[in-house]
C-alpha cells in the first residue's frame, strides 16, 4: 500500500498527532523529577513574564521624572531619574536571568525526551522484519531518524514554553495599555496580532509543503550518496565514477531548487511579517504622539507605548519562528514517528514460551511460503533433521533452499505448515530464545567495523579475552591474529574490508563457536571462497560442527558429500533425499547436477 503523504490536508492531523505522541514526555509516569523540573520551569517563566511586563514602568518613571512630568507613582518618582534608570536595567536582567535559569532546569527533561525516544527508535528499527529492511534504503532511513530525533527537544519546548506564555504575556500588556490609555490601543494591537497571526500560519503552511519537497531531495541524494560510498569496488570496477557524481548532483540539483524556492518563500514571509508589525507600531506611535501634543499624555507614556509595543514584537517575531520551526519539526518528526507505527511482520505472540532445546530436532511439516502471493517459493516441504545430524540442503538457484534458512531463524513465518524445534512451534516462542539457540555462518560474513577481537567477542556479550582466542583457535584464525602488528586489536574497516574472504569467514565462524549454539546454519558458507581456501573453512565447519545439529545450504555440492543426509529441492518441493552415495546411485536429480559441476571442475574430462 503507498505510503500517505504531508499534503495541506492531513498536515494538521498529522500535527496534532505529533504533538499527541510528544507530549507525554513533559509530565512521564513514575518520574517525578521530571515533573518538579517542568514546575520549577513554569515558575521561572511565569516571574520572567511578570517582570517583562512591568519593566517599561520604570522606563516611563525616568523619562517623565527626566521631563520634570509627575505623571508617574509617587513611590517610583522617589527613586529619582537615576535610580529609575538603574532599577529598568536590573528589570530587564531578571527577566534575562529567569529565562536562562527556565532553560537550564529544562534542559535534562529535553535531553531525557531526546534519548528515550532515539533508543525507541531503533530498538524498533531493530524489531521490524527482514522484508521492512530489503525494502527500506539505508541513508534514507537514517537521515529520517536524525532529523526526527532532533526535533524532540526543540518540539517540547515549543509544548511548555512558547504559544501559552505568549498569551499570557499579551493579555497582560493588554491589560496595562487598557487601564493606562484606552481601548483603541488594545483594538490596534489585537488587530495587527490577528492580522500577523493569520498570515503567519497561512504562509508558513505553503512553506511546510516546500520543506516536504526539500525533505525528499536530501533523503534522495543522502542514501544516493551512502549506496555508492557502500559500493566503492563495484564503482571502479566499473570506471562509473562520473557516471555516479552525476546521479548524485542530479539528486543535489533538486535539493538546490527545493531549498531556493524554500528560501525565496521565507523572504516573502519575513517581509510580509515586518509590514504588519511596522504598520502597526507606527500607528499606535502616531496616536500617542496625538496624545502628547493635546496635553492627555506625556513623554513618558509616548516611550513607554513604544516600548511595549516592541515588547509585543519581539513574542510575535518570535511566534514566527517558532511556528516556522515546528512545522518543520512535525514534517521530520511525522515521518520518524510513521516509522514508528509500522507493526513488525514477525512479532511474539503474547504468551510466547522461551525456546528450551533438548536435543535439537528440527522439523518442516507440510511448510508453505512465498514472499509474494503470487509466486509461492515453498510447496509443501516436509524435512526431519535429527538431533546431532548433518542434513545438506541443495539445489538450483530459486528452488527455496536459502528461504528454508530465513523461516528457521523467523526472518519471515510460514504461510502454511509448522516448523518446530524439538516439537516447539517457531511461532509460539520467543524471538529471543530462538535466536540464542541458532548459530548461522552466511555466505558473506559482515563485519562492525571495530576490531577483529570485538567482532569475535560479539558472538557472547561479556566473553572473556581467553574465550575469544579459543574460539579463534577452534576457527582455525588465531595464528593469523596472533602475527597481525596488533593483534586482535586489529581494526577490520567497514564490513571487514580489510580482510580477505577466508579470514572474514574464520572470523564469522569464530564468532559462532563462541556464541555455542545447539543448532547450526550454514548458509552458502564457502561459495564464496577459492578451493584452497574452501578446504581449510570446511575443515572449521567441520569441527564447529560437532555435536550439533547442522543444516547446511550449498550451491556446491562438492562441499557436502559427507554429510549424513542430502536433500535435494526442486521448484519449491523436495525431489529426492538420502546420503551422497545413494543419490548418485539413483541418477536422478543429484546425480544430473554433481556431474555438471564435476564437469565444470575438470573441463578436459568433460572434453573427453
Known amino acids: 500500500m503507498r505510503r500517505r503523504t504531508l499534503t495541506t490536508i492531513d498536515a494538521p ?71 529609575l534608570t538603574v532599577a529598568y536595567g536590573f528589570a530587564r536582567l531578571m527577566v534575562v536571568g529567569f529565562q536562562q535559569l527556565r532553560d537550564a532546569i529544562f534542559a535534562r527533561v529535553g535531553q531525557r525526551a531526546l534519548r528515550s525516544l532515539a533508543l525507541k527508535t531503533f530498538r524498533h528499527i531493530h524489531a521490524m522484519s527482514l522484508r521492512y529492511h530489503i525494502s527500506r534504503k539505508t541513508g534514507g532511513l537514517s537521515r529520517i531518524i536524525e532529523r526526527g530525533v532532533k526535533g524532540v527537544e526543540f518540539l517540547l519546548r515549543f509544548l511548555l514554553f512558547s504559544i501559552g506564555p505568549l498569551i499570557l504575556e499579551l493579555l497582560m500588556i493588554g491589560v496595562v495599555l487598557w487601564t493606562l490609555f484606552d481601548f483603541r490601543y488594545v483594538a490596534v494591537v489585537v488587530a495587527v496580532i490577528g492580522a500577523y497571526t493569520i498570515y503567519t500560519f497561512k504562509v508558513t503552511e505553503w512553506r511546510v509543503k516546500l520543506r516536504k519537497r526539500m525533505n525528499d531531495q536530501d533523503t534522495d541524494a543522502n542514501q544516493k550518496a551512502i549506496d555508492s560510498l557502500l559500493n566503492f569496488e563495484t564503482v571502479k570496477y566499473f570506471g562509473a565514477e562520473g557516471r555516479e557524481a552525476e546521479r548524485y548532483d542530479a539528486a543535489m540539483e533538486g535539493y538546490e531548487q527545493a531549498a531556493l524556492h ?86 511474539d ?47 538450483s538457484s530459486g528452488s527455496g533452499k536459502s528461504t528454508i534458512g530465513r523461516l528457521l531463524f523467523r526472518f519471515y513465518d510460514v504461510q502454511g505448515g509448522a516448523f ?48 575469544i582466542e579459543e574460539a579463534a583457535k577452534d576457527a582455525q584464525i588465531h595464528d593469523f591474529v596472533a602475527g597481525l602488528p596488533d593483534g586482535y586489536d586489529t581494526l577490520v574497516g567497514e564490513r571487514g574490508l580489510k580482510l580477505s574472504g577466508g579470514e572474514k569467514q574464520r572470523v564469522g565462524i569464530a564468532r559462532t563457536l ?20 574452501e578446504q581449510g573453512i570446511q575443515e572449521a565447519l ?67
Open 13 to 83: 492531523t498529522n500535527g496534532w498527532r505529533t504533538i499527541r505522541r510528544v507530549a507525554p514526555y513533559l509530565w512521564p509516569a513514575g518520574q517525578p523529577w521530571v515533573k518538579r523540573r517542568v514546575i520549577l520551569a513554569l515558575v521561572t517563566l511565569f516571574l520572567s513574564k511578570l517582570i517583562a511586563v512591568g519593566t517599561p514602568l520604570f522606563y516611563k518613571a525616568a523619562v517623565d521624572a527626566l521631563a520634570g512630568e509627575g505623571q508617574s507613582a509617587a513611590w517610583m518618582l522617589g527613586f529619582g531619574a537615576i535610580g
Open 262 to 347: 524554500s528560501s525565496y518563500s521565507l523572504a516573502l514571509l519575513n517581509f510580509g511579517q515586518s509590514f504588519l508589525i511596522t504598520g502597526g507600531l507606527v500607528i499606535v506611535m502616531v496616536m500617542a504622539a496625538l496624545g502628547v501634543q493635546s496635553g492627555t499624555l506625556t513623554v513618558g507614556d509616548f516611550v513607554m507605548v513604544n516600548a511595549y509595543m516592541i515588547q509585543i514584537t519581539m513574542p510575535l517575531n518570535f511566534l514566527g519562528t517558532v511556528y516556522r520551526e515546528i512545522r518543520q519539526s512535525l514534517v521530520d518528526m511525522g515521518e520518524m514517528f510513521d516509522l514508528l507505527e509500522q507493526a513488525p511482520d514477525v512479532t
Open 349 to 395: 505472540k503474547p504468551d510466547a514460551r522461551p525456546l528450551k532445546v533438548n536435543g535439537g530436532h528440527v522439523a518442516l511439516d507440510d511448510v508453505r511460503f512465498g514472499y509474494e502471493d503470487a509466486r509461492p517459493i515453498l510447496k509443501g516441504v516436509s524435512l526431519a533433521v535429527q538431533p546431532g545430524q548433518t542434513v545438506a540442503v541443495v539445489g
Open 420 to 467: 518446530t524445534i524439538d516439537g516447539q512451534d517457531l511461532r509460539d516462542v520467543t524471538q529471543e530464545s530462538l535466536h540464542d539457540a541458532i548459530g548461522v555462518v552466511p555466505q558473506d560474513t559482515v563485519l562492525f567495523n571495530d576490531t577483529i577481537g570485538y567482532n569475535i567477542g560479539y558472538g557472547r556479550d561479556g566473553a572473556t579475552q581467553a574465550e
Open 514 to 533: 563462541l556464541k555455542n549454539p545447539p543448532i547450526l546454519l550454514l548458509d552458502e558458507a564457502t561459495s564464496a571462497l577459492d578451493s584452497e581456501t
Open 542 to 608: 567441520a569441527r564447529a560442527g560437532q555435536g550439533r545439529t547442522v543444516i547446511t545450504i550449498a550451491h556446491r555440492l562438492s562441499t557436502v558429500a559427507d554429510a549424513d543426509r542430502i536433500v535435494v529441492l526442486e521448484d519449491g518441493q523436495i525431489a529426492e533425499e538420502g546420503t551422497h552415495a545413494d543419490l548418485l546411485a539413483r541418477q536422478g536429480r543429484y546425480a544430473s547436477l554433481w556431474e555438471r559441476q564435476a564437469s565444470e571442475r575438470s573441463p578436459s574430462k568433460a572434453a573427453e
